[in-house]
């Protein structure tokens, strides 16, 4: 079992930045592909971004892309969301994720364990 926690969604005014954490406890967390989904009340679920289980490798949806960065610390076993230049379009709940696997996936049926969501909400 692997459980995870999200924080620092909030209000934020667009073009502003804000950093998302997830804190990762139980199993071994390095073994573990991270990503980022996103879900709008209604809709279903979106992938946002996702990084190995070294950190080494990363990908993004391209709404975020060149705007968010991944990022993952196996020591202090936290995965993180930088997100800039934020939109209207960016407002959701935020879910980190984990699979258990090898290769990076933007499929959210290959993660086997979500957190609680923290909800970002980008004013114009």
């Known amino acids: 079992q692997v459980q995870l926690v999200e924080s620092g969604g909030g209000l934020v005014q667009a073009g502003g930045s804000l950093r998302l954490s997830c804190a990762a406890s139980?199993?071994?967390?390095?073994?573990?592909?991270m990503g980022w989904f996103r879900q709008i009340l209604g809709k279903e679920r979106e992938f946002v971004a996702t990084?190995?289980?070294?950190?080494?490798?990363?990908y993004y949806a391209d709404s975020v892309k060149g705007r968010f960065t991944i990022s993952r610390d196996n020591a202090k076993n936290t995965v993180s969301l930088q997100m800039n230049s934020l939109k209207p379009e960016d407002t959701a709940v935020y879910y980190c994720?984990?699979?258990?696997?090898?290769?990076?996936?933007?499929?959210?049926?290959?993660?086997?364990?979500w957190g609680q969501g923290t909800q970002v909400t980008v004013s114009s």
């Open positions: 139980g199993r071994t967390f390095s073994g573990y592909v």
């Open positions: 994720a984990a699979a258990a696997g090898f290769g990076i996936t933007s499929n959210p049926s290959r993660y086997d364990y």
């Open positions: 990084i190995s289980m070294n950190g080494g490798d990363t």
